[in-house]
């Protein structure tokens, strides 16, 4: 009887490796994904930020009714819209942000705002973002009213 016959077929070892292999391949596609899910959630806050930003402006100025963006450290972190001396204004509300993809840096309480008529704010000011895609400034242009949101160079 001749032993030399074998079956074709793979070896645990060789079926091992193949799995291997497909799964590294597999892996650095979720890696880049990750990277831009981050990108586009801190372009969506940024953009949902300047929006609200502009909707209380532009309030301001329209309806003759003064208007204020208030950046609350702390344990949770958020920015506050509101109409100045209505509890319950449609517009009134809160923008948290997320915890360990966006953060405000530093941890004093600030207000800016817009006054009715003109909305134009009364001091010239900066607020710093920090995001998983970097370090953000939002700035405050004194009498133009208006403002930019920038990346800050890395340090």
């Given at each position: 009887?001749?032993?030399?016959?074998?079956?074709?077929?793979?070896?645990?070892?060789?079926?091992?490796?193949?799995?291997?292999?497909?799964?590294?391949?597999?892996?650095?596609?979720?890696?880049?994904?990750?990277?831009?899910?981050?990108?586009?959630?801190?372009?969506l806050f940024f953009?949902?930020?300047?929006?609200?930003?502009?909707?209380?402006?532009?309030?301001?100025?329209?309806?003759?009714?003064?208007?204020?963006?208030?950046?609350?450290?702390?344990?949770?972190?958020?920015?506050?819209?509101?109409?100045?001396?209505?509890?319950?204004?449609?517009?009134?509300?809160?923008?948290?942000?997320?915890?360990?993809?966006?953060?405000?840096?530093?941890?004093?309480?600030?207000?800016?705002?817009?006054?009715?008529?003109?909305?134009?704010?009364?001091?010239?000011?900066?607020?710093?973002?920090?995001?998983?895609?970097?370090?953000?400034?939002?700035?405050?242009?004194?009498?133009?009213?208006?403002?930019e949101i920038t990346?800050?160079?890395?340090?």
């Amino acid at each position: 009887m001749d032993m030399k016959t074998r079956e074709a077929g793979f070896t645990l070892i060789e079926s091992i490796l193949l799995l291997m292999i497909t799964a590294s391949l597999l892996l650095v596609p979720m890696l880049s994904i990750n990277k831009m899910i981050d990108s586009i959630q801190t372009d969506l806050f940024f953009r949902e930020l300047t929006s609200n930003i502009t909707l209380m402006q532009n309030h301001a100025i329209l309806n003759g009714e003064t208007t204020s963006v208030q950046f609350v450290p702390g344990a949770v972190d958020q920015v506050r819209f509101r109409v100045n001396n209505q509890t319950t204004h449609p517009l009134n509300r809160e923008l948290k942000l997320e915890n360990g993809l966006y953060e405000l840096r530093g941890r004093e309480y600030s207000t800016f705002s817009f006054a009715r008529d003109t909305g134009n704010i009364s001091q010239a000011n900066t607020r710093a973002f920090r995001t998983t895609q970097g370090d953000y400034e939002l700035t405050y242009w004194l009498g133009s009213g208006r403002f930019e949101i920038t990346k800050t160079a890395d340090k």
